[in-house]
């Protein structure tokens, strides 16, 4: 039925839950061995026995219900003289169990229900429910619904809803938004799934609107659609309504729109109509749907020429080994006499080095990575024993240190079975590690470091994984081919090349298994439905993809996964449009949600990386924030692929700021590892590519953001404080927007502007509005770090990357940048002008060339200058974004500097001070809730600061210990060793402490 309004009656099912009443229905026979000991009580007991009786009944309600059965079916006069009685007991008992009791037991009485409902709001919780039995107009459900829980009722509340449903029919709506909540409890979960269903039949305003505020649940959004489906009229109507549609509401509208095109198109949704694609017009593989290949057994081929395994060796990338060798470990100071620890730990016999402590694998190798090369060098053809996790910090050390010298020592203890160490392997090469990295390729734990070491080392695994393709063992056969599958995507004609060059007929065996179909061809889940999909279009002739072709695309998209491209895939993004395939993708996504995202659907994740774009990230993201606290971490990860899958400066935008937020735990642990791999593979830092993703927001590099509404439009501009400012525009003679007077914000559109444009443009504005203020946050406080970090860039790269920036140019534009020589000290000193130049301290025009180290200078680099560079931008009357002119600096030889770090030691600071460090990149380290230390990196390769105070900070109640005691503050590195902004960030940072 569509948009019935007038007629709706109780399922039976429901129907058959309620009470029977006196006044509503047949009467009940009078039958059971029950019956005559009720009319006993109801007719002729004393009074107060009576009483106490109902008080008894009242908690477990089924006993209350018999008994109001049992009185509904006496005959009129036997049920008038037990209704005096009853009116008697209340008047005479006044207690809250009788009163709800008789108003349950005598619905007929409805000046008792109306007086208990009144009184609610002051009796006892759990009693409360019992009164939906007895309601019969809409104001007792309003009165009731505000001050009780249906869903706290288990079975006894799906009695009370079919007992109310069948007394006042869908004005009971109220009463089933109370189950509505999500529950893990199954009896109350399995209540919530029947409500909603209710709810999704009854042809009212008021249930819709119920079921559309609980769409954000998985556990009811397939019923908001199917309601939706029911009631398409209303359903659009009031989806229209939304002010803020969710994904979701945009996916009903379209599905609608396109299922009900008339009733779309009375709300203004003309969904697209496109003609069907022939089968001719379409790649063979997508003509129809895959099917299983029949298994067949052949013969592994015996070939000679293939290559012989090759040793592990280290191909460092560029300044990687540098990084590795400068790492700097806890507790291992260079000062410390380390051959004399070694001597205590490690003793030679019979020519070899044994431990002589327990668990050696924890510290020989941080003191081997920290000894001097002479005490260190005899000590790494030992073999310590298998027991214990190695630091890994503490074997990239030695890597960098001594190269392929420490491999013997390393390998080991990276390989062993449990404590493999992957992130250790990334320079290794050799047979043993691509056998390793490819027998990983498929699983859960290592798959992402398989498949960047892969590209990375492609030229040297081909060879072994060629050789293994043709391993006698069946195992070995299958990860080799799946590794081979891999890397196809991408190097396929270096695998053939290779394999051509060991002999005739190599290349030939080896090519069927770069693309060799998948055996088992997987059925499509249930809970996928053509006619609620969005069309693919191909773009040619925008003719959208057949019945047969979108569930040809959804099978190559399972085969797809986990990490995988199918080669369908491949072709139907080369001949579809990209915006079709993405709606289609989300498409998935929302059925696969609303069938409460089972387990065997994860591959929907993989088919939106492969097919989304900045749309599809800007969807997904809240359900990655919001799975690891419902403990869904894993999807949250693969949810993470994901993104990095689709790979625009959207999706990575996203992927970086999910890598530094705290509140989704460990996850921005695995959103950094992404982040990582993705700018190792476009041969950046992660900070590089943090510069290379700010939002404009819709802005040009002048900061101007223009809105069409059709017959006017607004143009938007930011100021240099990252403000903004609109402005009425018109048409010009020209087409182009003039611009008009200025104005408070761009209003919503009205009934005289372009629906679809204007609609989109006030989306644009309220992105921006909604963004623009945390972003220009985030981005000050990168640059400050940036600042701190003394990170450079080539003229090139700040223009491009800072000045062509409508947000990071009006940052940087505020601060004085310098250009640094080859030993990092400052040559040059200048701002970057409104036009883009470079000016000194007296304004004159400083020229650099293109390859030029700049970076954003530190009042150490300043110097004597920070007071002349601090009257210019008073002329100017520009605003810093952060204290950089102003900011509390010791330079090198200062008084601070060359009392180092001790001079704090002894001295008392606040808890709220201590804690505050957190915000300058210090980490809290502590047991138990008790924080009695706290940590900082004090430089780019690794060196450290730690802090101990006593008595310690107790998370819980930090105010309750105010003062704390600085007992000691350790460093990796010596004050006067470390570079002088480091030392002075340092001091400004211990000094907040006093």
């Known amino acids: 039925m569509l948009d019935d309004e007038n007629r709706w009656a109780a399922p039976e099912k429901w129907a058959a839950e309620a009470v029977p009443a006196r006044d509503i229905g047949p009467r009940p026979e009078l039958v059971g061995a029950g019956v005559a000991v009720d009319r006993e009580l109801l007719l002729s007991g004393e009074l107060g026995e009576l009483g106490r009786k109902l008080e008894r009944l009242v908690p477990g309600r089924v006993g209350l219900f018999r008994l109001r059965t049992t009185l509904a079916g006496l005959p009129d006069d036997e049920y008038a ?95 089933l938004q109370q189950c509505l909540p999500y529950h893990w409890h199954d009896e109350q979960a399995a209540l919530s799934r029947e409500c909603a269903g209710l709810l999704a039949e009854f042809p009212t305003d008021e ?26 009229h209303r359903a659009l109507r009031m989806l229209k309504a939304v002010r803020q549609p969710s994904p979701t509401v945009l996916y009903l509208i379209d599905h609608l729109a396109r299922t009900y095109p008339e009733v779309g198109a ?116 030992m073999s310590l024993p298998d027991q214990g996790e190695p630091d890994q910090a503490a074997l990239k050390r030695m890597l960098g240190r001594f190269g392929a010298e420490a491999l013997d020592f390393v390998l080991p203890m990276v390989l062993r079975e449990g404590n493999e160490l992957p992130a250790v392997m990334a320079p290794m090469t050799g047979t043993e590690i691509t056998r390793w990295m490819s027998h990983r390729l498929g699983g859960k734990n290592f798959a992402n470091t398989a498949r960047v070491w892969l590209d990375r080392h492609s030229a040297a695994a081909i060879p072994d994984l060629i050789t293994d393709s043709f391993a006698k063992l069946a195992r070995d056969r299958k990860f080799a081919h799946a590794a081979l599958r891999y890397l196809a995507t991408e190097h396929r004609a270096l695998i053939l090349t290779t394999a051509a060059g060991y002999g005739p007929g190599i290349a030939d065996a080896v090519a069927p298994h770069l693309d060799a179909p998948v055996q088992r061809i997987p059925a499509l889940p249930e809970w996928f439905s053509m006619p609620r999909t969005v069309p693919v279009v191909l773009t040619a002739d925008r003719a959208a993809l057949p019945e047969p072709a979108v569930r040809a695309v959804v099978t190559y998209l399972m085969l797809s996964a986990p990490e995988g491209k199918h080669a369908a895939v491949t072709e ?38 492969l097919l989304g774009t900045d749309e599809t990230a800007n969807h997904l993201v809240p359900y990655l924030k919001a799975w690891p606290s419902e403990s869904f971490y ?56 943090a510069d290379r993703l700010v939002p404009a927001f819709g802005f040009d590099a002048e900061g101007t953001l223009t809105l069409d509404y059709g017959r006017r439009g607004f143009v938007v501009r930011l100021d240099e404080q990252l403000g903004v400012i609109v402005f009425d525009a018109t048409r010009g003679d020209d087409g182009g927007w003039v611009t008009g007077k200025q104005r408070k914000a761009v209003p919503r559109p009205g009934v005289n502007d372009e629906g679809e444009s204007a609609t ?41 990357v800072f000045d062509a920036h409508p947000l990071l140019s009006r940052i940087t534009r505020r601060l004085v940048w310098a250009a640094f020589d080859e030993t990092g000290s400052a040559t040059a000193a200048f ?67 060359l009392a180092g770090l001790s001079a704090f030691e002894g001295s008392v600071a606040g808890a709220g001070p201590l804690l505050a460090l957190r915000s300058r990149g210090w980490d809290l380290d502590g047991f138990d809730g008790l924080i009695d230390a ?48 480091t030392a002075s960030e340092l001091l400004r940072d211990l000094h907040t402490l006093r």
């Open 81 to 175: 003289a037990v209704i005096a009685r009853l009116g008697e007991l209340r008047e005479r008992s006044g207690s809250w169990p009788v009163l709800v009791a008789t108003s349950v037991l005598a619905p007929t009485e409805q000046h008792w229900v109306d007086a208990d409902v009144a009184a609610v709001e002051s009796s006892p919780w759990r009693q409360r429910a019992l009164l939906v039995a007895s309601v019969s107009t809409r104001a007792q459900v309003e009165k009731l619904a505000e001050h009780i829980s249906m869903a706290s009722e288990h079975e006894v509340g799906r009695r009370l809803i079919g007992t109310a449903l069948t007394r006042v029919g869908t004005d009971g709506a109220l009463l």
């Open 207 to 232: 249930a819709f609107s119920i079921l559309l505020a609980n769409i954000g649940t998985p556990f009811h959004a397939k019923t908001v659609r199917e309601a939706a489906e029911r009631f398409p």
């Open 266 to 381: 009375e709300f203004g949704f003309r969904a697209q109509r496109y003609r069907e694609a022939v089968a001719s017009e379409l790649p063979e593989a997508l003509r129809q749907p895959p099917v299983d290949q029949p298994k067949s057994r052949s013969r592994r081929p015996v070939l000679a020429g293939l290559p012989e395994p090759t040793p592990i060796a280290l191909a460092w990338a560029d300044g990687e080994q540098a990084v590795y060798a400068g790492f700097q470990l806890w507790n291992c100071p260079p000062q410390m006499d380390y051959a004399k620890a070694l001597a205590q730990t490690v003793a030679e016999r019979d020519g070899t080095f044994v431990a002589t402590q327990h668990e050696p694998v924890h510290y020989v190798p941080r003191m081997l990575a920290m000894a001097p090369d002479e005490v260190a060098r005899p000590y790494l053809r």
């Open 572 to 609: 139907l993004i080369e001949i579809a449009d990209r915006d079709s395939l993405a709606e289609f993708a989300w498409s998935l996504f929302e059925l696969w949600r609303m069938a409460e995202f089972p387990t065997e659907g994860r591959w929907v994740l993989r088919a939106l990386g």
């Open 634 to 689: 894993a999807r949250a990860v693969s949810g993470l692929d994901a993104l990095a899958t689709i790979g625009t400066e959207g999706a990575l935008l996203h992927l970086h700021r999910l890598s530094l937020r705290s509140d989704v735990g460990s996850l921005s642990y695995e959103a950094s590892k992404k982040i990582k791999q993705v700018a190792a593979q476009l041969n950046l830092t992660t900070e590089d590519l």
């Open 760 to 800: 989109s443009a006030h989306r644009s504005y309220a992105a921006m509005r909604k963004g623009l203020k945390s972003e220009a946050t985030e981005q000050i406080r990168r640059v400050e770090r940036a600042m701190i970090a003394r990170r450079r860039w080539t003229v090139e790269v700040q223009q491009r």
């Open 831 to 897: 701002r970057i002008a409104e036009d883009g130049s470079y000016a000194d301290v007296d304004d004159k025009t400083v020229e650099l060339p293109d390859d030029a180290t700049v970076g954003i200078a530190h009042p150490v680099d300043l110097g004597a200058a920070v007071a002349e560079w601090g009257e210019v931008f008073a002329d100017y009357e520009l605003l810093q974004p952060f204290e950089q002119l102003q900011r509390v600096s010791f330079a090198p030889g200062s008084p601070e500097v």
């Open 934 to 981: 706290i940590n900082r990196r004090s430089t780019a390769r690794g060196g450290s600061v730690r802090l101990t105070f006593s008595p310690g900070i107790d998370l819980s109640e930090p105010m309750a210990r105010w003062e704390q005691t600085l007992i000691s503050i350790h460093t990796s590195d010596e004050l006067s060793a470390l570079d002088p902004v």
